[in-house]
């Protein structure tokens, strides 16, 4: 069974940096695309960053110049690093990985930006 595993969240202060990390264990094909969400409190989940496995990637506008996505395909991990934070990147963070046909989610985790 396909798990996913994040790591990395928790309280910054406005301006500061964080790095998020993701790993998938458990599958036996290669993983696709690679990507992490997020949702507030009260809000939708919302595309953050994906990147495919060869390394395209995408951003939100929101992020574009302060978040970078990358993975490591040996791995099976995918990191968000993310700098100048502001307050309304608060929200739950989950990664997502395609695999075949299917999508996986992570559980999630919590990242806390203080003004």
């Known amino acids: 069974q396909v798990q996913l595993v994040e790591s990395g969240g928790g309280l910054v202060q406005a301006g500061g940096s964080l790095r998020l990390s993701c790993t998938a264990s458990?599958?036996?094909?290669?993983?696709?695309?690679m990507g992490w969400y997020r949702q507030a409190p009260g809000k939708g989940r919302e595309l953050v960053a994906l990147i495919a496995r060869g390394g395209y990637t995408n951003y939100a506008d929101s992020v574009k110049g302060r978040f970078t996505i990358s993975r490591d395909n040996a791995k099976n991990t995918v990191y968000l690093q993310m700098n100048s934070l502001k307050p309304e990147d608060t929200a739950v963070y989950y990664c997502k990985a395609d695999i075949v046909v299917r999508e996986y989610w992570g559980q999630g985790t919590q990242v806390t930006v203080s003004s």
């Open positions: 458990g599958s036996r094909f290669s993983i696709n695309d």
